[in-house]
């Protein structure tokens, strides 16, 4: 922990900063799951979801900043390297064998409804800590991960 004259205890910002660098793997992972879609997936709507992953990709690659510099402005540090997020993550890996753009779609609706609700989680712990700032943080970013979670979903939702 670093020294700072934010106005909450060390013991708040300790809980928080855990919570925090968790997510930090979490999303870390997703952003790589992500362009392995954007990269691999194969089939009638190669493109749509071609486009759409790369998109997924780029707004993850915005809350993974947003996440790790809440840490560092508490008074923490984030390791957040390749080998860090293979440790930490709460994803299960990406499947490897798939082409179709349906077994995409299953694979990252499944990556992004886990990141969803560990966020979602988030929001409740960070808020029970005390620290309102990051409750709302992870609150605007579970939003927008049920709306890109969505877009993907969609495509495999039209019987119900
Ligand atoms: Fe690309």
Avoid: C
């Amino acid at each position: 922990m670093f020294k700072t004259q934010i106005d909450m205890p060390e013991a708040t910002r300790t809980k928080v900063i855990k919570v925090l660098n968790g997510r930090v793997a979490d999303a870390v992972d997703l952003q790589t799951q992500m362009k392995q879609a954007h990269w691999n997936v194969k089939g009638p709507h190669f493109i749509g979801l071609h486009e759409l992953f790369d998109k997924v990709y780029h707004a993850v690659e915005e809350y993974v900043d947003q996440i790790a510099e809440r840490s560092i402005q508490l008074g923490g540090s984030v390791n957040a390297t390749a080998r860090d997020v293979a440790k930490n993550s709460k994803l299960r890996e990406y499947p490897h064998d798939i082409a179709d753009g349906v077994k995409h779609v299953e694979a990252v609706t499944t990556a992004l409804a886990t990141f969803g609700k560990e966020v979602r989680d988030s929001i409740d712990d960070t808020l029970k800590l005390g620290d309102a700032d990051t409750s709302d943080l992870f609150t605007d970013i579970s939003r927008d991960v049920d709306k890109w979670r969505w877009f993907v979903e969609a495509h495999i939702q039209a019987k119900g």
